[in-house]
């Protein structure tokens, strides 16, 4: 089971207005161009992810769950600081309630608060959707958002050594897990 991000149906838009000038609003095609330009520059750190190109935007969308992908941006200009984006982590029910998140902010907007933005708001969406585990990987050396997760409640359950190759290089991910305070308690 899939989730299109153009086809899902979508609650009431969410939006918050937070650090640094910037509006969390739900993802739209419209941002497509500006959404992978984050992912790329976040791909060309080293440190956001095994992947080194940003997909196109029709693969970027194919897996995502359109209520719970969200971009923070200029509340002036537009301009997208960053996006945060959730996957189903399986299609067995049983799971129905467990995603994967990932949360890309532009190296010019890192360090002002645009993390936690999106952070929260994917958090509080998920529990009004339901969602009872929010799962992550995150390279040990990732240190900026293995402090983000771990100030929003999520917890280290697992590391996976050598887990893939990146860059010539066998890396480790740290698996990192937020349970809902008030879904499945």
Not at 19 to 40: C, I, K, N, T
Not at 73 to 81: K, Y
Request: hydrophobic share 40%.
């Amino acid at each position: 089971m899939t989730h299109d991000i153009a086809d899902t149906p979508r609650p009431e838009a969410a939006r918050s207005t937070g650090a640094a000038g910037l509006v969390v609003r739900p993802m739209e095609a419209g941002d497509a161009e500006q959404v992978l330009d984050v992912y790329q520059a976040g791909l060309d750190g080293g440190q956001a992810s095994f992947e080194t190109t940003a997909p196109s935007w029709q693969d970027f969308t194919a897996g995502k769950i359109r209520h719970l992908c969200f971009v923070a941006a200029d509340a002036e200009s537009g301009a997208v600081a960053g996006w945060a984006a959730a996957s189903p982590v399986s299609s067995r029910c049983v799971y129905a309630g467990v995603i994967e998140h990932s949360v890309y902010v532009h190296p010019g907007h890192r360090g002002r608060g645009a993390g936690r933005l999106l952070l929260g708001t994917l958090i509080a969406a998920c529990e009004e959707a339901g969602i009872w585990t929010i799962q992550s990987g995150v390279f040990p050396d990732n240190t900026p958002s293995l402090r983000l997760h771990e100030a929003f409640g999520f917890r280290v359950v697992g590391v996976r050594e050598r887990i893939g190759c990146h860059r010539g290089v066998w890396r480790d991910v740290v698996l990192l897990e937020r349970r809902s305070r008030t879904v499945g308690t």
